[in-house]
């Protein structure tokens, strides 16, 4: 069975592909189909208006509901799906594609393979591995379009003061500018999830300030979370386990000859900015 668009070119109906897959989804193997043709129509055009779409990459196939909206969107695309016989169908439902050479499909832990040089990136993305999947993706520099549980969408996008801010929006922030752009309800999938998804528009861009050592600044900001409640200034002096600072005493000198007030701030209201001038102080003074 085939659904039509607005335009008149004939989609693959989620139902259908699900039914030729012969599969149910296993949702301990993070197996939530997206069921409902309207919002698969809508995630690729949550890419920015400049995003290049010559090769698009999807984390998490399934049964190609949303390969077959992304073989409409993009010149070519790769499909990474861990599921070998989800793989295996992927292949002979889009065995057209894979012959033209506009689609590959990789049998594979999208967390170990080697990625491609894609151009954008859009995916209902297996919830188990969203940190470490969303980490592999945005030193890429590419256009994200990404599919999470609410609450790690929200924490991702959060800004400087609000009860979601945290490690996740500072280190997502540094690479891109990150935005929720819908909501969606578990009854959109199945088998249902226990909870709420959001999709979330990631378009890179450098950061407003410098750091000279990425890892050490993605240290820091940890270190300084895992206090979240102390000052700042009692961070540092607590943390240096996590970052790895041999004198933070010093750095608390440091920190307090050049701008007091921001010793005595909480990690919770500090902006990206703030987090980078400290982690200068810190890697100057403290290692
Ligand atoms: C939430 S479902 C999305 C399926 C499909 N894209 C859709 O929108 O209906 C996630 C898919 O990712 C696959 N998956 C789970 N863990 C994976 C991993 N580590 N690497 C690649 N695929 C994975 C699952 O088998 C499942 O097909």
Redesign the pocket.
């Known amino acids: 069975m085939t659904d039509t668009t607005p335009d008149g070119v004939e989609t693959r109906d ?1 139902d259908a592909l699900r039914r030729r897959a012969g599969v149910r989804g296993d949702p301990g ?6 069921v409902d043709n309207r919002i ?1 129509d809508r995630l690729p055009g949550y890419l920015p208006p400049e995003a290049d779409t010559a090769h698009l990459l ?10 077959d909206r992304l073989l409409r969107t993009g010149d070519r695309v790769t499909v ?4 070998p016989a ?1 793989a295996g169908f992927l292949g002979e439902e889009f065995s057209g594609a894979v012959e033209a050479g506009r689609l590959d499909v990789v049998d ?4 170990e393979v080697d990625l491609p040089e894609f151009s954008a990136c859009v ?7 969203s940190s470490p ?1 969303t980490f592999r993706l945005l030193p890429r520099s590419r256009p994200l379009v990404l599919t999470f549980q609410r609450e790690f969408a929200e924490r991702m996008a959060a800004d400087p003061g609000s009860g979601d801010y945290g490690r996740l929006s500072v280190t997502a922030g540094h690479y891109a500018d990150v935005e929720v752009v819908e909501v969606i309800p578990p009854s959109a ?1 199945d088998p249902q999830p226990e909870v709420e998804s959001a999709v979330v528009r990631v378009t890179p861009r450098d950061p407003d300030y410098e750091v000279d050592d990425e890892a050490f600044f993605f240290d820091f900001v940890k270190a300084l979370f895992t206090q979240r409640r102390k000052t700042v200034r009692n961070g540092i002096r607590n943390t240096a386990h996590i970052s790895g600072l041999s004198d933070p005493d010093a750095v608390v000198d440091a920190v307090a000859a050049e701008d007091e007030g921001l010793l005595r701030a909480r990690p919770g209201s500090l902006a990206p900015s703030e987090f980078a001038a400290l982690t200068g102080i810190a890697a100057e003074h403290g290692r």
């Open positions: 989620p193997r993070d197996q939530h189909f997206l698969l999807e984390v998490g196939g399934g049964t190609g509901g949303l390969t990474i799906e861990r599921d989800l594979g832990d999208a967390v995916s209902n993305l297996p919830y188990g591995i999947i999938f």
